[in-house]
Nanobody, 124 residues
Framework: QVQLVESGGGSVQAGGSLRLSCAAS????????MGWFRQAPGKEREFVVS????????NYADSVKGRFTISRDNTKNTVYLQMNSLKPEDTAVYYC?????????????????WGQGTQVTVSS
């Protein structure tokens, strides 16, 4: 069993930045693929970005390319999401998720473990 705990959410003005963290329990973190998803009020959960177990492969949603950066530190069992040039449409609850097979996949169904989420609010 893996527990994921997100942090770093908050409220910022458009154009600002936030850095989300997702800390994972357990010793298998370095073998997991990790992803970030988000869900805005009244909308479906959507894929944001993913990273494979080694950090060599990443996959970004078009809406965040060039603004968001995912990274991981396997020595700290943590994955990060640096979000720059934030827009009001980025407002959502952000969730991190872990894929035990180590993939960088945009498919939510392939992630076995999910965090509780952290709120990001961007005002115009």
């Amino acid at each position: 069993q893996v527990q994921l705990v997100e942090s770093g959410g908050g409220s910022v003005q458009a154009g600002g930045s936030l850095r989300l963290s997702c800390a994972a329990s357990g010793r298998a973190f370095s073998r997991y693929g990790m992803g970030w998803f988000r869900q805005a009020p009244g909308k479906e959960r959507e894929f944001v970005v993913s990273i494979n177990w080694s950090g060599e492969d990443t996959n970004y949603a078009d809406s965040v390319k060039g603004r968001f950066t995912i990274s991981r530190d396997n020595t700290k069992n943590t994955v990060y999401l640096q979000m720059n040039s934030l827009k009001p449409e980025d407002t959502a609850v952000y969730y991190c998720a872990a894929d035990p097979l180590g993939r960088d996949t945009p498919s939510a169904g392939r992630y076995a473990y999910w965090g509780q989420g952290t709120q990001v609010t961007v005002s115009s």
